[in-house]
């Protein structure tokens, strides 16, 4: 069975300062992609990054690193230079890569930037 | 490019009455995704196309639940009667699935937020 992994429902962080938002997942599958989505209050999902699993390198995308410890099964996202607008709810998700893209998500961790 | 289009955004009935949720995906885009939110916790998928062939709704409640995508462009799922558990986010989700060159990454719309009374 698939599962993902959150384990910090809130989290503070200081404006500026950088947080890391832990995820751990569990797959039998030798090939998977690994995501993290921003739900703000408004509602809408945005993707963030994603990691491969065959992926050499972690992952960055601006402020945002992946650190992939594939050993682990960790995905933890790394938010760099916190701002008030990165308030939200984060999810990490995973999906397969065989038969299909069947994404399961985490129960999210809100995240809360204090100015 | 135009994104994931739901309607209604918000829809509020009384219990045991029929309700329906429109989903178009972006263009191109070969799977669809329902997922149901509720509050505070993550995305629970409901079910999935592969154009129009759901390939996955083993989470789908089929006594009251249904989905169709007849000609694997839009969706529609309905629920039939609503029950007051079924209060919730009903999310539509899009992805181009081509085998090593696609990630898999969703394209979400903005969400059918269900109130039932």
């Known amino acids: 069975a698939q599962k993902i992994t959150q384990t910090q429902p809130g989290m503070f962080v200081q404006e500026k300062e950088a947080v890391t938002l832990d995820c751990t997942y569990d797959?039998?599958?030798?090939?998977?992609?690994l995501f993290w989505y921003k739900q703000p209050s408004s509602g809408e999902m945005i993707f963030l990054i994603y990691?491969?699993?065959?992926?050499?390198q972690n992952a960055t995308e601006g402020r945002y690193s992946l650190n992939f410890q594939k050993a682990r099964k960790s995905a933890n996202l790394v938010i760099s230079a916190s701002q008030l607008g990165d308030s939200a709810m984060y999810f990490c998700?995973?999906?397969?890569?065989?038969?299909?893209?069947?994404?399961?998500f985490g129960a999210g961790t809100r995240l809360f930037v204090k100015a | 490019e135009a994104g994931v289009v739901q309607s209604p955004r918000y829809k509020i009935i009384e219990k045991k009455q029929p309700v329906a949720f429109w989903c178009n995906p972006i263009?191109?885009?070969?799977?669809l995704y329902w997922y149901l939110q509720n509050l505070g916790q993550g995305p629970e998928l409901l079910i999935r196309?592969?154009?129009?062939?759901?390939?996955?709704d083993s989470q789908l409640p089929k006594d009251r639940f249904s989905a169709e995508r007849l000609k694997g462009v839009d969706s529609t799922l309905k629920i039939q009667p609503a029950e007051l558990g079924d209060s919730a986010v009903y999310l539509c989700?899009?992805?181009?699935?081509?085998?090593?060159?696609?990630?898999?990454?969703?394209?979400f719309g903005e969400g059918s937020r269900l109130t039932v009374l």
């Open positions: 263009s191109g885009h070969n799977t």
């Open positions: 990691q491969g699993s065959y992926d050499q």
């Open positions: 797959t039998s599958d030798p090939s998977y992609g």
């Open positions: 998700a995973m999906s397969p890569k065989t038969g299909g893209f069947k994404t399961i």
């Open positions: 196309y592969e154009n129009e062939e759901a390939v996955d």
């Open positions: 989700a899009s992805s181009s699935y081509r085998q090593g060159a696609d990630t898999g990454e969703l394209f």
